[in-house]
T-cell receptor, first 116, second 110 residues
Framework: EAGVAQSPRYKIIEKRQSVAFWCNPI?????LYWYQQILGQGPKLLIQ????????DSQLPKDRFSAERLKGVDSTLKIQPAKLEDSAVYLC??????????????FGPGTRLTVL | GEDVEQSLFLSVREGDSSVINCTYTDSSSTYLYWYKQEPGAGLQLLTYIFSNMDMKQDQRLTVLLNKKDKHLSLRIADTQTGDSAIYFCATGGGFQKLVFGTGTRLLVSP
């Protein structure tokens, strides 16, 4: 079974530029998550989708971050404009909905963003 | 909001047991998880425990939960160099979002 795919793996941009990340979840997984992991910290949930609807975006900085999941499969996360403090690894995860045995979140390798 | 704390670093010798500790504040968490993160990789679920359990054993892994003290631990028996990684505890699950700790870097020396 193919895992969660993310691209690009690395991205370096200057502040005030825009950047987009792409995620392809495991086939059949209805729930998709985007996390931000700042160096030395645990991942923090940015947004959760159930199919193509948003379940939780309470920690998404909506003035600069946006995310969409068209057709309930792939998802993109965009930052516009980027700030220095956005430097982090952006992790995508997917899961089947339900209790923990079916709600296990499978993580992609992440995109490491450096903002100069 | 929920706060999950872990010690930053643990160093052990190969063959010894490792114990990684975690404390949390939200007693309403349904499940508690341990994830492993290797360099350049995403997080891998190691094990989880339901909040009404005290202990769970899974091969070399033993999870202990003390709900009164809001303390979770992960014991790795016969630790190997391949176990070197960052270990995260997380609370939530089910319909609750996951809240991760700061991570404990485990270094296993030969």
């Amino acid at each position: 079974e193919a895992g969660v795919a993310q691209s690009p793996r690395y991205k370096i941009i200057e502040k005030r530029q825009s950047v987009a990340f792409w995620c392809n979840p495991i086939s059949g997984h209805a729930t998709l998550y985007w996390y931000q992991q700042i160096l030395g910290q645990g991942p923090k949930l940015l947004i959760q989708f159930q199919n193509n609807g948003v379940v939780d975006d309470s920690q998404l900085p909506k003035d600069r971050f946006s995310a969409e999941r068209l057709k309930g499969v792939d998802s993109t996360l965009k930052i516009q404009p980027a700030k220095l403090e956005d430097s982090a690894v952006y992790l995508c995860a997917s899961s089947l909905p339900g209790g923990p045995s079916t709600d296990t979140q499978y993580f992609g390798p992440g995109t490491r963003l450096t903002v100069l | 909001g929920e706060d999950v704390e872990q010690s930053l670093f643990l160093s052990v010798r190969e063959g010894d047991s490792s114990v990684i500790n975690c404390t949390y504040t939200d007693s309403s968490s349904t499940y508690l998880y341990w994830y492993k993160q290797e360099p350049g990789a995403g997080l891998q679920l190691l094990t989880y425990i339901f909040s009404n359990m005290d202990m769970k054993q899974d091969q070399r892994l033993t999870v202990l939960l003390n709900k009164k003290d809001k303390h979770l631990s992960l014991r790795i028996a016969d630790t190997q160099t391949g176990d070197s990684a960052i270990y995260f505890c997380a609370t939530g699950g089910g319909f609750q979002k996951l809240v991760f700790g700061t991570g404990t870097r485990l270094l296993v020396s030969p």
